[in-house]
C-alpha cells in the first residue's frame, strides 16, 4: 500500500523563477493539504484541496496555487520565487467523508531558492 | 489565533522515558495530535487523541491531555536511540481541517 509520494525531492532555483510540485495521495485517500517547513520551524498550513477545489486556505500570498486532477493527485504552484520561499514542502493527505480521518505526509520535496 | 508551543530540546538516557510536552490556546481543538520527523524526512504521525479524553496508550507510547490547562504531553517508554527524531504536537480546530503545528522538540537520546 503506497504512502503519500511528492516529486522531485530536490529542486533548485533562483528568484523570479516559477515552479511545480507534485503529490500523488495516499491510496484510498481524497483530499490534499500542502504546508511549508522553514528550517526549524514547524509545518505551516498552505491549502487543500478536495473534489478539485480549493477548500480552505492558509495565510499565504497568491504566487502560491495548486490544482487537485481527477485521480486525486495534486500540484502546488509557486511564482515569482523570492529567497523566503526556501524550505520544505510537505504533501498530506486525508479521507475526508471518514470522521477525523488523521493526515498522513509524503517525504516532501525540499526547494533551495539562490 | 492559534498558537502551539513546545519545548526546543530533549535529552534522555537509552531506556529511560521520555515526556515530550505542548500547550496549545485554542479551546475549539478537537483533536490533537503528535508527529515524529526523522533526518531528511517527512513527517510520520505516532498516535493522536479526541480532545474529551484524558489519556491513550499505544504500546510505549502513553498521551496524556488536559483540557482544562490545555496541556498535552508524549510519554516514551524505554527510549531507544531510534525515537531521536523531532517531535511535533499538532492541533486541529472545530470546523477546520488543516494542522496547527508547534515548532517541534527535538528528542537526543544518549547511549
Known amino acids: 500500500d503506497a504512502g503519500v509520494t511528492q516529486s522531485p525531492t530536490h529542486l533548485i532555483k533562483t528568484r523570479g523563477q516559477q515552479v511545480t510540485l507534485r503529490c500523488s495521495p495516499k491510496?484510498?485517500?481524497?483530499?490534499v493539504s500542502w504546508y511549508q517547513q522553514a528550517l526549524g520551524q514547524g509545518p505551516q498550513f498552505i491549502f487543500q484541496?478536495?473534489?478539485?477545489?480549493?477548500?480552505q486556505r492558509g495565510n499565504f500570498p497568491d504566487r502560491f496555487s495548486g490544482h487537485q486532477f481527477p485521480n486525486y493527485s495534486s500540484e502546488l504552484n509557486v511564482n515569482a520565487l523570492l529567497l523566503g520561499d526556501s524550505a520544505l514542502y510537505l504533501c498530506?493527505?486525508?479521507?475526508?467523508?471518514?470522521?477525523?480521518?488523521?493526515?498522513?505526509f509524503g517525504d516532501g520535496t525540499r526547494l533551495s531558492i539562490l | 489565533g492559534e498558537d502551539v508551543e513546545q519545548s526546543l530540546f530533549l535529552s534522555v538516557r537509552e531506556g529511560d522515558s521520555s515526556v515530550i510536552n505542548c500547550t496549545y490556546t485554542?479551546?475549539?481543538?478537537?483533536?490533537l495530535y503528535w508527529y515524529k520527523q526523522e533526518p531528511g524526512a517527512g513527517l510520520q504521525l505516532l498516535t493522536y487523541?479526541?480532545?474529551?479524553?484524558d489519556m491513550k496508550q499505544d504500546q510505549r507510547l502513553t498521551v496524556l491531555l488536559n483540557k482544562k490547562d490545555k496541556h498535552l504531553s508524549l510519554r516514551i517508554a524505554d527510549t531507544q536511540t531510534g525515537d531521536s527524531a523531532i517531535y511535533f504536537c499538532?492541533?486541529?480546530?472545530?470546523?477546520?481541517?488543516?494542522?496547527?503545528f508547534g515548532t517541534g522538540t527535538r528528542l537526543t537520546v544518549i547511549p
Open positions: 499538532a492541533e486541529k480546530e472545530t470546523g477546520a481541517n488543516n494542522l496547527f
Open positions: 484541496y478536495y473534489e478539485e477545489e480549493e477548500r
Open positions: 487523541i479526541f480532545s474529551n479524553m
Open positions: 485554542d479551546s475549539s481543538s478537537t483533536y
Open positions: 498530506a493527505s486525508s479521507q475526508r467523508n471518514w470522521y477525523n480521518q488523521p493526515q498522513h
Open positions: 491510496s484510498g485517500h481524497d483530499t
